[in-house]
């Protein structure tokens, strides 16, 4: 399921920033914004850090995790603590170590799934279609299902054209997740996320594709 939302260009200012992300006392183009329990709109600056004190011990949390506190606690709600963990947990350093293990492992895993299927139009088949599979790696950065960060290895992305008969395979390869892209000239680009697990190292995706 997806969230459908509107989409706004901003107008230029006479500093050289858009007139709402100046309105909206923005301080980096990756922004979002919270509505509290007043209504009122409070912006949110991407990437910044503050400074929270839990049990005498004052901690380093980002900017959204200490709003979000001060809104809780606005509302009445009690006991409200951060999930503190350590500062270097999510460095650059550390990202790199993990992706370049996680490569390792997918070259040394078995390549004994596949993935196959057929691409239509209107029920007819469509030749010459580009299937792209590309490698993905998900990282959890909460103990909920949707925060999470995924990391994409392009240089192993594999690109297939369907047969005359709408049809196409990709074999040799390792378990694990997988971005789907398939496009065609005047149609629309369907977009898929294929999990393939030990319980199931063969998939079967069939797309129907519709215009522009």
């Known amino acids: ?33 919270f509505v509290d329990h007043e209504g009122l709109v409070r912006p949110c600056s991407y990437g910044e850090q503050s400074k929270v004190t839990v ?19 606005k509302a009445g709600v ?7 963990l350590p500062s270097d947990i999510f460095d650059i350093k550390t990202h790199n170590e993990v992706l370049a293990e996680w490569r390792r492992l997918r070259k040394t895993a ?10 239509t139009f209107n029920g007819a088949p469509v030749a010459g279609a580009s299937i792209k599979l590309q490698p993905s790696m ?19 992305t594999i690109t297939v054209p369907t047969n005359p008969d709408g049809a196409y ?25 294929i ?11 069939e797309v129907s594709l519709s215009r522009e």
């Open 1 to 33: 399921m997806s969230l459908s939302f509107p989409v706004g260009i901003d107008q230029k200012s006479e500093t050289g920033y858009g007139k709402t992300f100046l309105a909206y006392g923005l301080e980096s183009y990756h922004g979002m914004f």
């Open 55 to 73: 049990g005498g011990k004052e901690f380093t949390i980002s900017h959204m995790e200490a709003k979000v506190i001060d809104m809780l606690k």
């Open 78 to 84: 009690e006991n409200v603590e951060p999930q503190v």
């Open 110 to 119: 078995p390549k004994d799934a596949s993935v196959h299927g057929r691409i």
């Open 138 to 156: 998900r990282i959890m950065s909460s103990n909920t299902g949707h925060g999470f960060m995924l990391f994409p290895d392009r240089a192993a």
């Open 169 to 193: 395979e990709i074999t040799n390869l390792t378990k694990g997740e997988y971005k789907f892209t398939c496009s065609a000239k005047g149609l629309k680009t369907r977009n898929r996320t």
């Open 195 to 205: 999990l393939i697990g030990a319980d199931l190292p063969k998939v079967n995706v």
